[in-house]
């Protein structure tokens, strides 16, 4: 698929996108078998429309929620709503993981050149994470290059340690593929993936469904408001403002303490938002996970206080 085709798919009707996707899913059960696939469940919006969709063709597909102690009370309220769902558990904690390898600051792809530059023992490697192949591409971003001598590291460790691994543990002990709710429209990585794979990356290796993948963040926003679906209290509540679809409240859950993208935020930014919704959590996130040197060092607000 190239990026041609990605844009037409993105552009379709919602109603034919999820005639799309159902077929999709089927095609991902019929291949496995009605035992062997499960749904990889957040408990964010993506993934309670992924659920919602695929229970729609499997009534008794497991939900598989990975508890890493990075969400919104909220979310695990949710999710315990939900029937037949499965918990899993990372085998390190959130502390230890960003002791062990770094912050997940900036973006999963450029945490991952910086910490090849500050600790890979290949001078090729470092060299070629800062000044990019022979194309000057898959670099260090220059505006980013000042975190080389921060006195904290940064790493991408952090998702595949905290929900990557405990799901591969589950597929290996039960055989199971997942459906996942990751969109194109989400990041240049999953656009890459996505345009590889498509929907169904039988042959991958490890195999998955993305059955949203073509979708935008409108047409989750749409799916929820018009079949009027349940969704995490945190994000408030779907509404509709002209032709826009948005949430009252949060449009992001994730994994509360991430730093991914934060430095993009307009104010209140993520951190600010926690200070006021989350008080203990923020406390929590700034003063004993370190987080408010990080965010001090990079110059992101982290506390209404600034802006007042």
């Excluded at 508890?67 to 904690?93: A, H, M, Q, Y």
């Excluded at 390898?101 to 070629?128: C, D, V, W």
């Excluded at 926003?221 to 679809?245: A, F, H, N, P």
Aim: with cysteine.
């Amino acid at each position: 698929m190239n990026k041609e085709e990605l844009i037409m798919l993105q552009s379709l009707p919602l109603d034919i996108k999820i005639a799309k996707s159902k077929l999709r899913i089927q095609e991902w059960i019929d291949y496995w078998g009605k035992n062997k696939v499960y749904v990889s469940f957040s408990g964010g919006k993506d993934s309670t429309v992924l659920l919602h969709l695929v229970r729609q063709v499997l009534k008794d597909v497991p939900a598989v929620f990975c508890d890493t102690g990075l969400e919104f009370p909220e979310i695990k309220e949710f999710v315990n709503s939900k029937k037949n769902v499965v918990t899993l558990r990372p085998k390190l904690s959130f502390k230890q993981v960003i002791e062990k390898y770094g912050y997940p600051m900036i973006s999963k792809e450029q945490a991952f050149y910086l910490e090849l530059i500050r600790h890979s023992k290949s001078e090729k490697t470092r060299n070629k994470a800062l000044n990019g192949d022979k194309n000057g591409n898959f670099h260090l971003s220059k505006k980013y290059q000042y975190l080389i001598d921060a006195p904290f590291d940064i790493s991408n460790h952090c998702c595949k340690v905290m929900k990557k691994d405990p799901a591969r543990r589950y597929e290996w002990d039960t055989g199971r593929k997942p459906f996942i709710g990751t969109l194109a429209s989400e990041s240049m990585l999953r656009r890459q993936s996505y345009m590889k794979s498509g929907c169904n990356a039988f042959d991958s290796l490890r195999p998955h469904s993305t059955p949203l993948g073509f979708w935008t963040e409108q047409d989750i926003l749409q799916y929820i408001y018009t079949k009027r679906i349940k969704i995490c209290s945190v994000y408030g509540k779907v509404v509709k403002e002209g032709d826009i679809y948005k949430t009252t409240l949060r449009d992001r859950t994730g994994c509360i303490y991430c730093g991914f993208g934060a430095q993009y935020e307009d104010c209140p930014n993520r951190y600010q938002k926690l200070e006021l919704t989350h008080p203990q959590l923020h406390e929590y996130c700034m003063n004993k996970l370190g987080f408010k040197e990080v965010c001090e060092y990079m110059g992101i607000p982290y506390t209404n206080k600034e802006e007042e």
